[in-house]
């Protein structure tokens, strides 16, 4: 099992920054794969970006050049570091983990909001 705690998030005015963090606990070993989702009211849950235990980034088109993953790969923490901030960036940010299995597991989630 895999836990994973969020931390950051709040209400910023566009064009703001904000950190998200994510710590996981249990049995790290087993993760391959971090990263973050979003949701936002009415919508389906979105990838925004994640990383890889061998370093590998993918981010999603709506995110590039704005947003940055980075991580810790022996800690297995994550932090998306989010900069000129829209207004469709208020979501839910989910932190995320695969697992080598492919096991997925997630946070509690964080709100995000920009105001205009």
């Known amino acids: 099992q895999v836990q994973l705690v969020e931390s950051g998030g709040g209400l910023v005015q566009a064009g703001g920054s904000l950190r998200l963090s994510c710590a996981a606990s249990?049995?790290?070993?087993?993760?391959?794969?971090m990263g973050w989702y979003r949701q936002s009211p009415g919508k389906e849950r979105e990838s925004v970006a994640h990383?890889?235990?061998?370093?590998?980034?993918h981010y999603a088109d709506s995110v590039k050049g704005r947003f940055t993953i980075s991580g810790d790969n022996a800690k297995k923490l994550v932090f998306l570091e989010m900069n000129s901030l829209k207004p469709e960036d208020t979501a839910v940010y989910y932190c995320?983990?695969?697992?080598?299995?492919?096991?997925?597991?997630w946070g509690q989630g964080t709100q995000v909001t920009v105001s205009s």
């Open positions: 249990g049995d790290i070993r087993t993760i391959n794969v």
């Open positions: 990383i890889t235990s061998g370093g590998s980034i």
């Open positions: 995320s983990s695969t697992t080598w299995s492919m096991r997925n597991y």
